[in-house]
């Protein structure tokens, strides 16, 4: 089992399975979700194992640009943001790496694709070997499809 955790403390979840699709978001949410860097690091895992073992998450959401709606669960007392989930992907989810606590697979996270280029820093160098996506995962594919390409 993988365990993220938020900075407080107050909230603890699990989920196991390796990361299905590991990606560098560019977009102008995730730049204010994180309120520091101009990207956010995420991977995909499935919901199926999710527990949540410590806490009770907030949840919050709204529609995305590409008409689907993101449900962002954080926690309500330090505001750590776990992870997100879209009607557009159902079963799955977008953990958010900087909450993870497992060091290892913190120190060899690579993306394997980035979305939303047209909104990157200028001082962000492009990850080498990783799809880059002028907008979501495609033309709405998913993130299988990026995978595939």
Known sequence: MTQSSCLCGANVITYSGAPELKFKCHCADERKLTGAAPF???FITSTDTLQVVKGELKTWGFVVDSGNFMTNHSCGQCGSLLYRTSNGFPGKMAVKIGCVDDEDLLKTFVPDVEIFTRNRAPWV??????????????TGEGPEAAEKK
């Open 40 to 42: 956010s690091l995420n």
């Open 125 to 138: 160098p492009a990850v080498e070997g990783a799809v880059q996506n002028w907008t979501d995962f495609g």
